[in-house]
């Protein structure tokens, strides 16, 4: 693994959706929290995009930075976000006034919160929720509205008479099936989805895990997906990017971050769950704690952490490179110490 | 048991209490309670008219749980007694005239208060810190801690007195005849603007407060970043998004503040001479006119009791969570 | 609790209510050396204005108001302190013993004071005041005994929660008495809330007791300021322009009010978290105005 190197992929993808050294920082009292520090990151047409790390690494803040919903703290203070509209540059999206963000927002990027029960309004049903998106962004009667929003709900496997329900009259596997049903209306092109399954049982988080599979093959959007657990992304994801303290650490297929995760992280957090055949369960673990982003290490943030660690390590910012199949920021992989 | 019925059962109960309370008043002061309440009237009426009226009031040598009985009887048959100060008209034809103001001046003050308390509320804590922020909910509890009377006096004075621009009190000029003409209706309205702004200003600070606590509650809620997620126009974001979960806590405090806002507004009435219940509550102690005064507050307090039942109406009809929770216990 | 004081220390509307509140109080007590006349005092001349020798004008009766204001704040934040203080203790007994004795009791008298709260005050106040003899004696009477119902369901909701928490369960374990727990466990750590009730209180009475006044069902003989208010309705000072007469016992009442409220309104601000957060500091969500992220390019 240690053949000659190019340099890191600074230039994503040209696809659906290209993030490029996207920074956002929070401004709080203690001073600026940089929560996600130049990300870059691409998404092709139709394909899963896994995205891993610890709590508080900052995987919400970038998702969210993309359709712009964070919120006053929060200030995006670098990069740009490129949408693509299948010819020439696309759109950045943070360059948008907020009339042309919203009519972008759900017509091509929807989301799936973490919570349904959270994120459905309590006092609309949710017929009333459907149709609203629908009638916002197409010009559409109300009875056409109301019959896609019946079909819709048959396309995530709910019957059409659960549509006159409010939310606490359904179940919490239905509630995320009519989110996911919502974020389906308009035929986006992106779905982002933050940790949509963490709020259920396993059973049904399969279920839901299953259908959204489906739903992807049949219709061909892409997914940014986000969780915690990891063995969930293997399974469910074409490319997994691995975050750590605000930034991407590791990019590559699927396959490759199990079988032979290449950065230090990467192969803690791989340590820390399961494997997916259950032969091997040795919980290790990572010792330590995520770094204070307000006044991170210099060097590598993983540093003291991380097992591998050495003097340069602690001094240099390692950059992020393709290796192979793969793009790692680490200096086990990195270019050599003098570089011309 | 339902929602609506569990609390029709509760003002039931409160609406027995408060009959209960009047019968025993008079009853239960020192003395004889023929002479405290006649006293006023001892010189001007026969010692006929004094038996009719003891009758009339139920005061008997009967033990108290007959009189009760008998009491509750003639209430139940409509009659309320007789009035002293206007003998003998019964109080019932009094009070027709008088609730029927009072309700129209209740009505229009708290939707005028919960209106404006609700838009208010809303901006300060959608510009949460902004000038406006730390300026209006202060400044509007202030005068929320003005007395309804004293505020009363000043507008009044002001805008009746001072600059003649709004009529000094009653419910419509003298020189319109009622009926259903543009003139009348405008009259009524004119003579009605001072004390609804009055009892509107008083009350709105409350709606302002709770309204900002709790739609900053609900700005951070996850329905709300979703609502804009999905591009939806400003003004139904905050209409079906926003608002309508942030007015719910606010509605059940509503009814515990009608009763509040109905009593400030009988003080309102008597300074601008408003013939509504609180005016003739206001003569009827004046003139220690019991009978009068006992049928006011029982009708005063039927009213309210009523006007909370709707509200808890509404707030079924607002939030289906109730709704529901009502169906799944029954 | 310490936390809670420092930080009304540091509440500016805490410190502002707080200070005009014992502005009035001083200047009501040193009526006699601050009044320009007695209050039986009665030469200047129906309704004359404001002037140097009658810094407040004078009423319908040549009476001094300045004069008026002070003495007649001294029964107005008299009377108010009283049922302050009564209600209160009434409140936090019934609070506590419904808290603590649970089942039918509990419920019998929560349901009293749920149909008590349901019943307009006002109105019982009144009549009650009417079948009494009138006088600042009765409006005490009557506003102590209508006044504690909303007081006891705050406290007894407070109790109840502050029983479940560990100390006292453990107190409550260690076999103290029940009554020690009461008093030493959870009294010290309602006392936000019953200073805040407390002073709710001395708003209702200073409001409801000088409408009892104002109604004619006060003492008309002994000044206050709802008497004041009362005889300018009476002697028609508003129709002859003197608004002094009204606006001065007037402003009084609503001083006195919106200082006590500003000081409820901070420790409020204090003792519900969820306010407190709205601060700042350590907010996990954004918050604010919703627009989209603001993107400022470095
Ligand atoms: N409102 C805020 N104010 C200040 N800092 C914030 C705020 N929200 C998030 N952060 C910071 O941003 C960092 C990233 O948060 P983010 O929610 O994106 O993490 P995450 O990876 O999604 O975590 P989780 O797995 O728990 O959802 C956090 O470590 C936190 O320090
Ligand atoms: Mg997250």
Sequence with gaps: MAEPLTAGTTAPPTGLLSIENLTVDFHTPRGTARAVDGVSLGLFPGEILGLAGESGCGKSTLAMAVPRLLRDPAVITGGRVRLGDGDGDGVDLLGLSDEELRRVRWRDIAVVFQNAMNALNPVLRVEAQLVDVIRTHERTGRREARERAARLCGLVGIGADRLRAYPHELSGGMRQRIAIAIALALRPRLLIMDEPTTALDVVVQREIIAEVRRLQERLGFAVLFITHDISLLVEISDRIAIMYAGEVVELADARTILDDPAHPYTRGLLASFPTLHGDDTRLTGIPGAPPDLVDPPPGCRFAPRCPSAHDRCRAERPVRVTVGDRDVACHLYGPAEVTP | ?330 | ?298
Aim: aromatic content about 10%; charged content about 10%.
């Design chain 2, 1 to 330: 048991m339902s929602f609506l019925l569990r609390r029709a059962a509760f003002y039931a109960v409160a609406g027995f209490v408060a009959v209960t309370l009047n019968f025993l008043l008079p009853r239960l002061m020192p003395g004889d309670p023929a002479t405290t309440l006649f006293a006023g009237y001892a010189d001007q009426l026969g010692p006929d008219d004094l038996a009719s009226l003891k009758e009339a009031y139920g005061l008997s040598d009967a033990p108290l749980l007959a009189q009760y009985a008998d009491y509750l009887r003639s209430l139940l048959g409509g009659d309320l007694g007789t009035s002293l100060s206007q003998f003998p008209t019964p109080v019932t034809d009094l009070i027709r005239d008088g609730l029927g103001w009072s309700l129209l001046l209740g009505t229009v003050s708290v939707l005028i208060g919960f209106t404006a308390g609700t838009l208010l509320g809303s901006f300060a804590a959608w510009r949460r810190g902004s000038r406006f922020d730390t300026l209006v909910p202060p400044l509007t509890m202030f005068v929320g801690s003005f007395p309804y009377f004293f505020l009363a006096l000043l507008v009044l004075y002001l805008f009746a007195v001072r600059w003649q621009a709004l009529p000094q009190g009653h419910a419509y000029g003298m020189d319109v005849a009622p009926g259903l003409t543009p003139e009348f209706l405008g009259s009524v309205a004119t003579h009605l603007l001072l004390p609804a702004t009055t009892v509107a200003l008083v009350s709105v600070g409350a709606w302002v407060l709770s309204i900002r606590n709790t739609m900053i509650g609900v700005l951070d809620e996850d329905y709300l970043t979703m609502a804009e997620a999905k591009g939806l126009r400003t003004w139904r974001v905050m209409g079906h998004y926003a608002a309508r979960n942030a007015i719910l806590p606010t509605v059940t405090s509503l009814g515990l503040a009608v009763g509040h806002v109905f009593s400030g507004q009988l003080l309102t009435e008597v300074v601008f001479t408003y013939p509504g219940l609180g005016n003739q509550l206001y003569a009827a102690v004046t003139t220690h006119d019991y009978p009068l005064m006992q049928a006011l507050f029982l009708m005063i307090t039927i009213s309210v009791l009523a006007v909370n039942f709707a509200v808890d109406a509404l707030y079924a009809a607002l939030d289906p969570r109730v709704r529901g929770a009502a169906t799944a216990s029954s």
């Design chain 3, 1 to 298: 609790m310490r936390k809670v004081t420092a930080f009304l220390r540091g509440d500016r509307r805490a410190v502002a209510g707080a200070a005009v509140f014992t502005l009035i109080a001083c200047a009501v007590l040193l009526a006699p050396v601050l009044a320009p006349h007695t209050t039986t005092w009665s030469d200047g001349g129906p309704f004359s204005p404001p002037s140097a020798d009658h810094p407040l004008g004078t009423n319908g009766q040549g009476q001094d108001v300045l004069s008026h204001v002070l003495y007649g704040g001294r029964t107005s934040l008299g009377m108010a302190l009283v049922v302050g203080t009564g209600t209160t203790v009434i409140s936090v007994v019934a609070g506590l013993v419904t808290a603590f004795l649970g089942g039918v009791a509990d419920e019998a008298i929560s349901l009293v004071v749920n149909v008590v709260l349901t019943i307009p005050s006002l109105p019982l106040i009144i009549v009650l005041a009417a079948f009494l003899p009138p006088g600042t004696g009765t409006i005490v009477l009557v506003l102590v005994a209508t006044g504690w119902a909303f007081g006891a369901r705050v406290v007894r909701s407070q109790a109840l929660t502050l029983r479940r928490r560990d100390f006292v369960a453990a107190a409550t374990v260690a076999g103290e008495h029940r009554r020690r727990t009461i008093f030493v466990e959870i009294m010290p750590n309602m006392a936000s809330v019953i200073a805040a009730y407390f002073c709710g209180q001395v708003v209702f009475a200073l409001t409801a007791g000088s409408a009892l006044e104002f109604l004619g069902l006060g003492d008309a003989d002994q000044p206050s300021w709802g008497t004041m208010l009362f005889w300018a309705q009476n002697d028609s000072a508003l129709l002859q322009g003197a608004w002094w007469t009204f606006v001065a016992p007037g402003l009084g009442i609503a001083l006195t009010a919106s200082a006590l409220a500003l000081v409820n309104f901070a420790i409020d601000a204090a003792t519900n978290p969820r306010l407190r957060v709205a601060r700042g500091a350590a907010a996990r969500r954004p918050r604010g105005f919703r627009r989209a992220t603001a993107v400022r390019r470095g």
